[in-house]
């Protein structure tokens, strides 16, 4: 198992890791005021483990009362199903503590919301203080109101570590770290690890972190047109596995594709009769290379367990660039100065273009003020009379009849000049 996690880096840019079972890290504890980076931090370290364990080793357990960061997530790494309420969340914490899988890590998470005040504190505590002392379960409890009675003695006890982003006093700080400093993060994305009484201030995610986030956030979002274009570009990945080895005289053939929620593909491949299953593993390294791997290794199971089938599986392969990482929100929100910027750059954007034209009339054409009238009011009273109104956002057909208006207009000059060269001759 690996359980190795990059938390970011500090201000002199060094990488912030800690492996939660070497480091004994059971129970983190994760806080900070709504919008500080709380949920960034959840996906960038959820991607780490489910990229580097497989799910048969690894499961999530997500209790999310907010009903808004796991709801819609699936796949194998899902222990159970997602947990809304939270009665069934703490009978379900208390059934792991209380009977922990032994051959499989379970990584709890809680978005918490009331759950302290809506169940038994006690029996979440004592749930809490079992896992601490587990081997393979690990808990992170993520809220944006560490007060007393969320955040109480006893878990405080029993915490390996907390994890704090921007609060609002310093009495907040001190009471959830025993020290100032968490008031004073002014940068979205900084927060403070505090592990075993050591503490170290982390800086955001890089923008090439956050855009992988995206992407795992669509696998385990199961997004139906993302998937859509991540299966097709993988097809090409299947061929290339075909010809780097058949370049080395290895005949197989892709058979079968199995996509994970965590971004990692296997590629079950059937050989020919007489084909060495060591000629293949001798290539891993030449496939990882042909296929770019994110890793720069690939795994190979030769065969696979109880199937007359060779798997490659290709960890977390980028987006294609050409594939775009869409959002219903903006990264960065707008300001009102901002879109009324963006307003006015449209209304010169079209003045520019009628006085683009207005040029080009006066260059070629008589009779300078008809046509710059025609091009102006033909092409508006038409807007007028078929939408009642102009819609900035929509100048489509004000830009085509703009331009089917300069097309007659031309036409008309061209039958005038002729007509001028009939009359010299």
């Keep these: 198992m690996n359980l190795k996690l990059n938390f970011g880096k500090t201000t002199e840019g060094k990488n912030v890791e800690f492996d939660l079972k070497k480091d004994n890290i059971h129970t983190i504890f994760l806080t900070g005021e709504t919008g500080t980076g709380k949920s960034i931090l959840h996906y960038h370290l959820y991607k780490q483990l489910a990229q580097h364990n497989k799910y048969t080793e690894l499961g999530f357990v997500f209790m999310d009362m907010i009903r808004v960061e796991f709801g819609k997530w699936k796949g194998p790494y899902l222990h159970v199903p997602v947990i809304f309420e939270p009665k069934e969340a703490l009978e379900c914490l208390v059934a792991i503590s209380e009977n922990p899988p ?76 025993d020290k100032p400093g968490a008031e004073k993060l002014a940068v979205p994305g900084e927060k403070i690890v505090s592990v075993h009484g050591k503490q170290v201030q982390v800086g955001p995610v890089t923008d090439k972190e956050f855009k992988e986030l995206q992407i795992f956030e669509k696998y385990m979002n199961a997004d139906p047109e993302f998937l859509r274009q991540y299966k097709s570009n993988s097809n090409f990945h299947a061929s290339i596995i075909e010809k780097t080895l058949d370049s080395y005289g290895l005949r197989v053939r892709v058979v079968e594709v199995n996509y994970f929620p965590n971004g990692s593909i296997e590629y079950c491949l059937e050989i020919v009769t007489g084909t060495k299953l060591e000629d293949i593993e001798k290539r891993r390294r030449e496939l990882a290379l042909a296929l770019a791997s994110s890793t720069g290794s690939v795994d190979i199971q030769a065969p696979i367990p109880g199937r007359a089938l060779v798997g490659i599986t290709v960890p977390m392969i980028t987006a294609p660039q050409n594939m775009e990482i869409s959002s219903s929100k903006s990264e960065y929100p707008q300001t009102i100065l901002g879109k009324m910027v963006n307003i006015f750059a449209k209304i010169f954007q079209i003045i520019a273009n009628i006085l683009y034209l207005a040029v080009d009339v006066l260059e070629h054409m008589k009779n300078v003020v008809t046509m710059l009238l025609v091009i102006i009011l033909v092409p508006t009273v038409y807007i007028f009379l078929s939408e009642g109104n102009f819609n900035l956002n929509k100048n489509l057909d004000y830009s085509l009849v703009i331009f089917i208006t300069f097309i007659v207009m031309i036409g008309v000059r061209r039958k005038d000049k002729i007509k001028d060269e009939e009359k010299k001759k």
């Excluded at 006690?122 to 379960?137: D, H, L, R, T, V």
């Excluded at 808990?139 to 009675?149: K, N, V």
């Design 102 to 177: 032994k051959d499989k890590v379970i990584i709890i998470h809680i978005e918490e919301c009331d759950m302290m005040a809506q169940t038994d504190t006690g029996m979440f505590e004592k749930a809490w203080k079992k896992i601490q002392e587990s081997k393979n379960i690990y808990i992170i409890f993520s809220t944006s109101r560490p007060s007393p009675d969320v955040f109480t003695s006893a878990l405080k006890k029993h915490t390996d570590m907390v994890i704090s982003y921007h609060v609002p006093s310093e009495a907040d700080s001190i009471r959830i770290m």
